[in-house]
């Protein structure tokens, strides 16, 4: 199983860029996929969920308003798009899958999930 992430880059505050990730040797529309980043120094933190395709999401408040998560159960793949971006933002951003249900309280912790990609930068900078 592998989660190929494509995207990032740099932008200037309040610019938008998306992030991709395909995920091949087995399909995870029933399982969430999910994003989150890392910045240097810090801890990787949540970022959004998607539960199924097209199921519910949730969005880390940090982002809420600016980012969005979509998944293409067609193309075994979960994007993110990001508006708005501020200096803050501005880390290695991974996408996650899991490999089974996961209950809504662990929905947002990175133990919960099975599979990551190879991380994408992003640099927020004027």
């Known amino acids: 199983v592998q989660l190929q992430a494509s995207g990032g880059g740099e932008v200037q505050p309040g610019g938008s860029l998306r992030h991709s990730c395909a995920a091949s040797?087995?399909?995870?529309?029933?399982?969430?996929m999910a994003w989150f980043r890392q910045a240097p120094g810090k801890e990787r933190e949540f970022v959004a969920v998607?539960?199924?395709?097209?199921?519910?999401?949730a969005y880390a408040d940090s982002v809420k308003g600016r980012f969005t998560i979509s998944r293409d159960n067609a193309m075994n793949t979960v994007d993110l798009h990001m508006k708005n971006l501020k200096p803050d933002d501005t880390a290695v951003y991974y996408c996650?899958?899991?490999?089974?249900?996961?209950?809504?309280?662990?929905?947002?912790?990175?133990?919960?999930?099975?599979?990551w990609g190879q991380g994408t930068q992003v640099t927020v900078s004027s």
């Open positions: 996650a899958a899991a490999a089974r249900a996961v209950i809504l309280s662990q929905i947002r912790y990175k133990e919960s999930y099975d599979y």
């Open positions: 998607m539960r199924r395709s097209g199921g519910t999401t």
């Open positions: 040797g087995r399909t995870f529309s029933s399982y969430p």
